[in-house]
T-cell receptor
Framework: SQKIEQNSEALNIQEGKTATLTCNYTNYSPAYLQWYRQDPGRGPVFLLL???NEKEKRKERLKVTFDTTLKQSLFHITASQPADSATYLC????????????WGAGTKLIIKP | DAGITQSPRHKVTETGTPVTLRCHQT?????MYWYRQDPGHGLRLIHY???????DKGEVSDGYSVSRSKTEDFLLTLESATSSQTSVYFC?????????????FGPGTRLTVT
């Protein structure tokens, strides 16, 4: 079966440290993968997109990697701050899904002061 | 929220009644989407539109219909609401075509079917 998996347990990180979130997928031929942030009671907000032929993308304190051999994307937030606390969603677009986004359930990140 | 509004923001309705949710955008984006979000599940696509009067089904379209008579409006209708349709509904827009680049989301509608 095809699925996108993110760690369902909340991730607790000390302020200033690097937070790393994982997104694994199975049985897709990916075109690109996106990461979104979602705050309680609000819609997701786009953060980064990485294509299947790219290994790494950066934007300010954010870094995304994409390993199509391992079928995994890692999302890093460096120098984390309490304001980074939110749920982070990954979404994969693949030929198999007619390029419609297939979403993970999200990982809740808590940055403690 | 990138010029996207949803109405109503909250609704409680009874089983068997029809319900229509509205999504309105001011960005003139071609693509519009309806998702539902439930605990423990990722966002699931209900229907999407790639232009006025052009719509297609998503992963969980049973029990839902949509209409798009104007670029800016995309309506989602539950013909006869069921308790399994209790959820948070999000509208999203995109201007990047079938390859669905980044999407911009509305604030959501929380629907409760009793």
């Amino acid at each position: 079966s095809q699925k996108i998996e993110q760690n369902s347990e909340a991730l607790n990180i000390q302020e200033g440290k690097t937070a790393t979130l994982t997104c694994n997928y199975t049985n897709y031929s990916p075109a690109y993968l996106q990461w979104y942030r979602q705050d309680p009671g609000r819609g997701p907000v786009f953060l980064l997109l990485i294509r299947e032929n790219e290994k790494e993308k950066r934007k300010e304190r954010l870094k995304v990697t994409f390993d199509t051999t391992l079928k995994q994307s890692l999302f890093h937030i460096t120098a984390s701050q309490p304001a980074d606390s939110a749920t982070y969603l990954c979404a994969l677009a693949a030929m198999d899904s007619n390029y419609q986004l297939i979403w993970g359930a999200g990982t809740k990140l808590i940055i403690k002061p | 929220d990138a010029g996207i509004t949803q109405s109503p923001r909250h609704k409680v309705t009874e089983t068997g009644t029809p319900v229509t949710l509205r999504c309105h955008q001011t960005e003139n984006h071609r693509y519009m989407y309806w998702y539902r979000q439930d605990p423990g599940h990722g966002l699931r696509l209900i229907h999407y539109s790639y232009g006025v009067k052009d719509t297609d089904k998503g992963e969980v379209s049973d029990g839902y219909s949509v209409s798009r008579s104007k670029t800016e409006d995309f309506l989602l209708t539950l013909e006869s609401a069921t308790s399994s349709q209790t959820s948070v509904y999000f509208c999203a827009i995109s201007d990047r075509g079938r390859t669905s680049y980044e999407q911009y989301f509305g604030p959501g509608t929380r629907l409760t079917v009793t």
